[in-house]
């Protein structure tokens, strides 16, 4: 439709055509008359404003005209005036603009349902929020929108990622619903790969969600949705910089034909390596009053820096009205150094490229088969400049076969039911020169009753055969209930961790002074996750509070043997979170909007008495936004925070056998910023972050990664509407 | 056409930002020379002379005078003092470069003293977590300090130019480059020298 009143507008540019005003009022539903609304041809600089009384009148060509009408505080109007009624008096009506519970979301479910009427609450992170945050990578926009999320400096491993108390292994970080291949370290995805201009919304979901996703879904899933063509021709660029010199430059181009559709994307970002220095020593307060500062030095740490690029190209097809089929694969390479002597000798390098092929039948309008199939080959090398040398040193694939069926075909049901293969592979130098693999074969099925207006449950089971350790069955169950603005909703859900490759094959030995090695009798993880929520949703105000509590079962860590050369893996430990999360969104007025979570942890691991915990059990992100108009170009200014409590750890000194106290000061960090929308499809954005110059006295663990405050600017175009050259 | 000019212009700086700065290798100076040594083992020290370079070990070097410096570990031992019979030592000078080296000062010599060092590779079980004590330099044995007071352990070089003393009583300059071979390997001393000084 929007392809054939193109082709109009271009035949129309062949022929001479007369001028026409076009006039009309703008008015919101009631009739009131709107002033100030802003009225544009789309893709020119060429616009007016309604009077006191909602009128305008604006000169255009006399053919097709897209317009656009914005007024703050109300929804978006994008609309086309046919040439034959351009000499007629038109007639606008918009509707407030309201927080979105008809968003449509996938991950709670495994098919699209609205934000409303999906079973467990789930967080979504849309594009317009992470374009107006200017964010550098993906771990700016968790930590931006995330309570409760730290991505911190954990013994030698940038961003390693702990959620509501636990490690990566129990948060899985999902592209498009598919698991991600490698890790950097610490069983940490590499969050580089995911290029933010290329995110459609992410999803989070917070809970155990096993019986969908399989391992590792213990505590969460974040789902990063892509986006895809929306526009018979659509390209774009856009580059940000920072006074520190990290940069970032991508483009897209993009078309949606009635049957075909093309999306190509890419992006180049740059860092420097730095080091961070201690401000004051760690010092250690122990049970007898005494407090230590070990080592008089200072110390300090690498933060690397890198250079990366990511491509990404995705295709769809539709044979039919039933029968559409797609496929995206994507490149991408990370060179990783450090500013000391290493980074002069060797360089990471970090390759992954991946495809993902899927074929959609629908039937019927309520049956729908997805045949998909994905496969992610992560790869790490070592790179050695003086010797131009390049040396693989892990390569981990992942094939993911799955058929997955949904339907609603039964009357207050929808039923979800998969089927499908995870294939890994791994080949690392802890392992004994082989390469180890599992296969995991599984069987899911979830079922959505409705109960009349005000009731439904929700019921899953998934089964697993994996080659290790066999069968394990993992169920969940739930329930919601709406009455007039409120929704609650509460259940169980078990989840499991299945031991990584790694846990069960690797062999290695630490230059002579110890040997790490894996345990092929390892059982998965398992966990109890429990909780409830209540939500109330009003059109500018929408708020809820949800608890949970999580208990995990034969936790794999490292033991030593009685010799002590040798560290194992086992089945071993049992621990538990609780916690409470507040989320709230409200807009207040025409101008301002807020969204702002809070998260409370309880992460208690006792030694003694003693709490040897470092989660921070009190996190909060708050962001206010204010809308306003410089002549016709919509402005944006925000400040966003992020809040961080104190801790105190306690950790065993095993020489003198004593436990000593370390306190992790509170922190937080703020950025202000102010995009503006300017004509022809440019957009820039320029802002402050870390506002307060909160610099951490100790870089080596549990601190924010930053250098301090640091000064952006960015810089998009959408180049089709800047050359379109309508005059 | 005007229209295309981002299209150009990302590119063109695109790859104008991959592009890699060159490595200024810095002119060595005349006469400087360098040398590598393997210092991986904690069981043994590895022999040099300014004359005849790397060398077998001594069935003495508490008596062989034909040695100059000894490395185990980032341990250093030159001639003299507790480690042998020549009339080695060292001092550390406050200059990074080779221009310029002041004349020798006998009297601020540091000659070898016993240290306490690790003579088997350190394990987790304890039994061979005991430091013994031999003898060192432990003026030399600064160039590089090792803080193990972050996982993982930062490494600092000194850079500084050391005045060593031989067996026989010549003077050398030397300065510590590395500690980690061309694959970043740690366990490597690697060390420029101006010899002899006359």
């Known amino acids: ?727 | 056409m005007k229209n295309l000019i981002p299209f150009l212009i990302v590119p063109i700086v695109c790859s104008l930002l991959f592009a890699c700065d060159k490595n200024d290798d810095g002119q060595t100076p005349p006469g400087i020379q360098s040398a590598t040594i393997d210092v991986r083992a904690y069981d043994q020290w590895i022999y040099f002379s300014f004359e005849q370079g790397l060398m077998d070990s001594p069935t003495d070097p508490t008596t062989n005078t034909n040695w100059d410096l000894a490395f185990h570990r980032w341990d250093v031992r030159t001639n003299g003092g507790a480690s042998g019979l020549g009339k080695g030592g060292a001092y550390a000078i406050n200059q990074t470069s080779f221009d310029n080296i002041p004349e020798p000062d006998a009297a601020r010599l540091v000659t070898d003293e016993m240290i306490l060092t690790y003579m088997q590779t350190p394990d987790m079980s304890g039994e061979n977590n005991q430091r013994v004590e031999v003898p060192a330099n432990t003026e030399l044995g600064q160039w590089l300090t090792v803080s193990m007071s972050s996982i993982p352990p930062t490494y600092t070089l000194a850079n500084n130019v050391f005045m060593v003393r031989t067996a026989d009583g010549q003077w050398a300059a030397v300065r510590f480059t590395n500690y980690m071979n061309d694959r970043a390997e740690k366990g490597y001393a690697s060390f420029s020298y101006l010899y002899p000084i006359h």
């Open chain 1, 1 to 727: 439709m929007s392809c054939c009143s193109l082709l109009v507008s271009f035949l129309s540019l062949l022929q001479p055509s007369d001028t026409v005003v076009l006039h009309g009022q703008v008015t919101d539903p009631a009739g009131k008359p709107l002033q100030g609304a802003v009225i544009t041809l789309q893709g020119t600089a060429k616009g007016c404003t309604t009077d006191a009384e909602g009128f305008f009148r604006l000169q255009s060509q006399y053919n097709d005209q897209k317009l656009s009408i914005r007024y703050i505080g109300y929804a978006d109007c994008d609309t086309t005036v046919a040439a034959r009624d351009a000499t007629q008096p038109l007639k606008f009506t918009l509707h407030e603009q309201r927080l979105d519970m008809d968003e449509v979301v996938v991950t709670g479910t495994r098919t699209p349902r609205t934000l409303k009427n999906t079973p467990i609450i789930t967080k979504v992170i849309t594009a317009a929020e992470i374009r107006q945050t200017a964010p550098q990578s993906l771990i700016d926009v968790l930590q931006n929108e995330l309570p409760g999320i730290e991505f911190t400096r954990t013994e030698g491993v940038t961003n390693s990622i702990t959620f509501q108390g636990l490690d990566a292994n129990y948060l899985l970080i999902l592209v498009d619903g598919e698991r991600l291949a490698g890790e950097t370290s610490r069983s940490n995805p590499d969050f580089n790969r995911i290029d933010i201009d290329n995110i459609e919304r992410i999803e989070v979901v917070k809970g155990a969600m096993s019986t969908l996703y399989g391992s590792g879904a213990v505590a969460g899933v974040v789902n990063i949705i892509t986006r895809g063509a929306d526009r018979p021709f659509g390209a774009g660029i856009n580059a940000q910089y920072d006074s520190e010199g990290e940069q970032k430059y991508g483009f897209n181009v993009g078309t949606q034909l009635r049957k075909f559709s093309s999306y190509t994307s890419g992006v180049v970002r740059l860092k420097s390596a730095y080091t961070l220095h201690d401000r004051r020593p760690q010092t250690y307060y122990y049970e007898d009053g005494t407090a230590v500062t070990p080592d008089s030095t200072l110390s300090s740490v690498e933060i690397e820096g890198y250079r990366n690029f990511t491509l990404e190209e995705r295709l769809g097809y539709r044979f039919s009205e039933r029968f559409k089929a797609s496929a995206r694969g994507s490149f991408y390479q990370h060179e990783r150094f450090n500013a000391g002597m290493v980074g002069d000798l060797k360089h990471d390098l970090y390759r992954d490229w991946n495809a993902h092929l899927s074929t959609e039948f629908t039937p019927s309008q309520d049956n729908r088969f997805e045949l998909s199939y994905h496969f992610d080959n992560y790869t790490k090398y070592d790179k050695f400049l003086k010797l131009g040398e390049t040396e693989r040193n892990y390569r981990n694939l992942i094939h993911n076969p799955r058929l997955l069926f949904s339907s609603e075909a039964l009357r207050n049901n929808t039923l979800v039911a998969g089927a499908e293969a995870l294939v890994e592979r791994l080949d690392t130098y802890q392992f004994a020169d082989t390469v180890h693999g599992t296969t995991t074969w599984s069987l899911y099925v979830q079922d959505d009753y409705r109960l009349g207006q005000h009731w439904s449950f929700q019921g899953g089971l998934r089964l697993d055969h994996h080659s290790a350790y066999g069968l394990h069955l993992n169920p969940k169950l739930s329930a919601m209930a709406k009455a007039g603005s409120w929704t609650f909703r509460a259940g169980y859900a078990a989840g499991f961790r299945a031991p990584t490759l790694k846990e069960l094959y690797t062999s290695w030995d630490h230059q002579g002074m110890f040997e790490l090695v894996g345990n092929r009798n390892l059982r998965p993880e398992k966990s109890h996750h429990i909780s409830a929520s209540t939500e109330y949703a009003r059109p500018s105000f929408n708020v809820s509070l949800s608890g949970y509590y999580n208990k995990i079962y034969d936790k794999i860590s490292m033991l030593w043997n009685m010799a002590n050369d040798t560290s194992y893996y086992a089945n071993t430990s049992n621990a538990s979170t609780a916690g409470f999360d507040i989320d709230l969104r409200a807009r207040i007025g025409r101008h301002v909007t807020l969204r702002s979570s809070y998260a409370y942890v309880r992460d208690r691991q006792m030694l003694r008495g003693r709490n040897t915990s470092s989660t921070r059990p009190h996190s909060a992100t708050i962001r206010i936004e204010y809308t306003f108009r410089i002549a016709c170009c919509p402005f944006t200014a925000g400040l966003g925070g992020r809040i961080l409590s104190k801790v105190d750890t306690y950790t065993l000194d095993t020489e003198n056998d004593l436990l000593y106290r370390i306190r992790y000061p509170a922190y937080s960090i703020w950025k202000l910023n102010c995009s503006g929308q300017l004509p022809r499809g440019i957009r820039i954005n320029v802002g402050i972050d870390n506002l307060l110059n909160y610099k951490p006295d100790n870089v080596t663990y549990n601190a924010g990664i930053t250098r301090g405050t640091t000064f952006f600017a960015s810089l998009s175009i959408a180049l089709d509407e800047l050359c379109n050259k309508k005059k």
